[in-house]
């Protein structure tokens, strides 16, 4: 499945490239953190068990927010065509 971003203005399309690199970092984060708790990569710092815990949580949030995410990243960027910043994700 791929997303689009398509101008409410003018019309133009773009792929969403964004959408891959959130499941990267979403993906790898909940990985991280058990890896950081398990080979002891925070020991000694006292805040060991807080640290690994939000790695963990921040990548299952980036996973279960990554169409809001690129809709907050998306109206930063502008359209090439029109130079409006009016986008809406389409899922094809």
Request: charge should be positive; glycine fraction near 8%; aromatic fraction near 12%.
């Given at each position: 499945?791929a997303?689009?971003?398509?101008?409410?203005?003018?019309?133009y399309?773009?792929?969403?490239?964004?959408d891959?690199?959130?499941k990267?970092i979403?993906?790898?984060?909940?990985a991280g953190g058990?890896?950081?708790?398990v080979?002891?990569?925070?020991?000694g710092?006292?805040?060991?068990l807080?640290i690994?815990?939000?790695?963990?949580?921040?990548?299952?949030g980036?996973?279960?927010?990554?169409?809001?995410?690129?809709?907050?990243?998306?109206?930063?960027?502008?359209?090439?065509?029109?130079?409006?910043s009016?986008?809406e994700?389409?899922?094809?």
């Open positions: 499945m997303v689009f971003l398509r101008c409410k203005k003018c019309g399309q773009e792929e969403a490239n964004m891959l690199w959130l990267i979403g993906g790898t984060l909940p058990m890896t950081a708790w080979t002891y990569f925070f020991a710092t006292g805040l060991a807080p690994c815990a939000a790695m963990i949580a921040g990548g299952i980036i996973l279960i927010y990554k169409n809001q995410i690129l809709k907050w990243i998306s109206s930063n960027y502008k359209c090439p065509k029109c130079n409006k009016n986008w994700l389409v899922e094809i």
